[in-house]
């Protein structure tokens, strides 16, 4: 099984529609990411979580939430998806000290239509 | 707040041939580290190589080198022996401190040519 599993691979979805992103990891660290891809601007940090009881906004909150399950899981959802939240999302987890990376999920591909 | 610059957005190498991927950076902490990711079309990111802002020597990692110049502040990624695996997009990022967020460039895409 990988490391940072995320669900659902792919989604399309209705303009309006609530929907949610998964993420769970195996790897035993306590902070987990949510990022958002688009093309030409790179990744960029919508949430973020160091702890079971610690969430933070990240430079692109706005439409999102996020709900710290447990330390293995982090979920986000989109409240009332619109067209432009249409992108590829990844969860990523990492441990305290520098120099290890992060580790990503495989990515979820959200359309909204 | 951070910055990344990757200022090619696109590459093109001869297989066999060396590579290097330009990354600029901007930070008011003294300690930092930078990354780099390499994105196959497949999507996954994947960890190639980081480098401490402390640390003396530029980080190695197999045929993937950073280039570090602390005092121009760049972090350049060398692909030695380029192959055509390597062909992906490469994004360099950067976390300050103790801080884990990662800030992210805008990604080079490397095309390997047979």
């Known amino acids: 099984d990988a490391d940072v599993t995320q669900t659902p691979r792919n989604r399309i979805t209705k303009t309006g529609k609530r929907i ?19 093309p030409g601007l790179g990744l960029r940090l919508i949430y973020y979580s160091f702890d079971v009881k610690d969430i933070n906004k990240g430079e692109i909150s706005d439409g999102y939430s996020v709900s710290r399950q447990a330390q293995a899981k982090f979920s986000l959802s989109l ?31 959200l359309t909204v239509v | 707040a951070q910055k990344i610059t990757q200022t090619q957005p696109g590459m093109f190498v001869q297989e066999k041939e060396a590579v290097t991927l330009d990354c600029t950076y901007d930070t008011s902490d003294p300690s930092y580290g930078l990354f780099w990711y390499k994105q196959p079309s497949s999507g996954e990111m994947i960890f190639l190589i980081y480098q401490g802002s402390y640390d003396q020597q530029n980080a190695t990692e197999g045929r993937y080198s950073l280039n570090f110049q602390k005092a121009r502040k760049s972090a350049n990624l060398v692909i030695s022996a380029s192959q055509l695996g390597d062909s992906a997009m490469y994004f360099c990022a950067m976390a300050p401190g103790s801080a884990r967020q990662l800030t992210f460039g805008s990604g080079t895409q490397l095309t390997v040519l047979p």
């Not at chain 1, 993420?23 to 949510?34: A, E, I, L």
């Not at chain 1, 409240?79 to 992060?102: H, M, R, V, W």
């Open chain 1, 20 to 38: 949610m992103l998964e993420c769970s990891q195996t790897k035993g660290h306590d902070r987990m990411y949510w990022y958002r891809q688009d």
């Open chain 1, 79 to 109: 409240e009332s998806a619109i067209p432009n939240q249409t992108a590829l999302y990844f969860c990523a987890t990492s441990d305290y000290g520098q120099g290890s990376g992060y580790t990503f999920g495989s990515g979820t591909r």
